[in-house]
């Protein structure tokens, strides 16, 4: 029996099919804050930790967010897709890492992740880390514009090429559909990605799956 198809081989699968994209952001997340905090200025560094206790409420605001995300991804595949729903909830509750230094008691600059500059690395990294799942990179772009639809107060968008800071309240409603679209996009890509690797004989998990799906295609005759 293949490994997969063991409850333990399927948890150590679902793992590494979340947890790669999840530690990935969280490095890229801290790596960018250390940057930027020290690429910003003295002036700049007015960035504060929100009180104590309304931390976690908005954090159970966030993971909500990016769990409705992930079910709007599970649409297309029209099942549950617990490892994007599960990404999808990790990135958009890990974005705040970049409060750490402030956590700490460091002056930093707010919010350095939450800037276009991150979201450009981010999208690479992924892109690059992840070829064969194109569904990563855009997840990862609803996760980080769902995030920014649940925030308010100040940014800089532009980090660290300005510290200008702006409020994006107004642009709430904008922001949460660019991230449903995007989710939406995702869970496509991801039923795209995974019809591919069954037409290729990449294990796909389901031989009543793939013998369904190939007997709905043309050129299913010509399959072996
Ligand atoms: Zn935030």
Redesign the pocket.
Known sequence: MAAEATPMGSARAWLVETGSPILLFVSLDLFVTLLFLLLSTSPERIGTFRPVDTVAPKLAELLAAGFALGLLASLPQRRLDLSLATICTALVGL??LDHLPALLGVAQPV?PA?SVTFLALEVFAMFVAFRRRKEVPLIATAAFLG?LAA?VGIFAPLTPFSFEYVSLDSLTVPLAVGAAGFALAAGYAKRRGRSTRTLTGTPSGGRGRVRGWLTSRPWSSTSP
């Open positions: 974005l705040d919010r939450h995030h925030d």
